[in-house]
């Protein structure tokens, strides 16, 4: 099965955005969701984003990112996306790109416990 493969991540100035693209194509027919996690330096791993995989534009977000972050997905191209404007300092981090088979539509976790597949992560630096 071909890995999760993120790409995106630079160094940005606050207040900028990104973009961050994950290449899923060994994931994004047979996971029912899929999403990012972030993991600063010296804390632990936590959810980002999160959406359901049947076209229902279900979605969740960590608290910190909410209003913020936007995820999407291009079936066509199998890939992820997240979408991060009007960032800040504490969103450096590596991001990582994640795929699961326990969600529901109306059940989205944002524990790290419940996905199976994990890309290499790609490293985001906003500079204040």
């Known amino acids: 099965q071909l890995p999760l493969v993120e790409s995106g991540g630079v160094s940005v100035q606050a207040g900028g955005s990104l973009r961050l693209s994950c290449a899923a194509s060994g994931y994004i027919n047979s996971s029912n969701c899929m999403g990012w996690f972030r993991q600063a330096p010296g804390k632990e791993r936590e959810g980002v984003a999160i959406?359901?995989?049947?076209?229902?534009?279900?979605?969740n977000y960590g608290d910190s990112v909410k209003g913020r972050f936007t995820i999407s997905r291009d079936g066509a191209k199998n890939t992820v996306y997240l979408q991060m404007n009007r960032l800040k300092p504490e969103d450096t981090a590596v991001y990582y790109c994640v795929a699961g088979n326990g969600c529901a539509s109306n059940w989205l976790p944002l524990q790290k416990t419940h996905y199976y597949a994990w890309g290499q992560g790609t490293q985001v630096i906003v500079s204040s």
């Open positions: 959406m359901y995989a049947y076209g229902l534009d279900n979605t």
